[in-house]
């Protein structure tokens, strides 16, 4: 499969998962037990996005930075323990 056949298959697996969490809350938001089983759910196929998102011209890189960076906040923060 290539890469841009990647990218939309992984943006559905995405946006299949994160219409679930939105179904399922209320007002309130999500615990972070919630919320890191949902982003450990998607890093893989966030992956796979940074590379089809890299591809776009002028904003491509930028965009792929800062989605990096999230990236690394999550990672911190649910590698804590899940109280």
Same mark, same amino acid.
């Given at each position: 499969?290539? +890469?841009?056949?990647?990218?939309? /298959?992984?943006?559905?697996?995405?946006? &299949?998962?994160?219409? %679930?969490? /939105?179904?399922? &809350?209320?007002? !309130?938001?999500? +615990?972070?037990?919630?919320? =890191?089983? /949902?982003?450990?759910?998607? %890093?893989?196929?966030?992956?796979?996005?940074?590379?089809?998102?890299?591809?776009?011209?002028?904003?491509?890189?930028?965009?792929?930075? &800062?989605? %990096?960076?999230?990236?690394?906040? !999550?990672? &911190? !923060? =649910? +590698?804590?323990?899940?109280?």
């Amino acid at each position: 499969m290539d +890469s841009d056949a990647n990218g939309l /298959e992984a943006l559905t697996a995405i946006e &299949t998962r994160l219409g %679930r969490l /939105e179904k399922n &809350t209320d007002l !309130a938001l999500p +615990s972070k037990k919630v919320l =890191c089983k /949902e982003y450990l759910q998607i %890093r893989e196929h966030l992956e796979d996005v940074l590379f089809f998102v890299g591809a776009l011209p002028v904003v491509g890189q930028r965009v792929v930075k &800062t989605i %990096r960076f999230v990236m690394q906040v !999550a990672d &911190t !923060a =649910c +590698s804590q323990p899940l109280d």
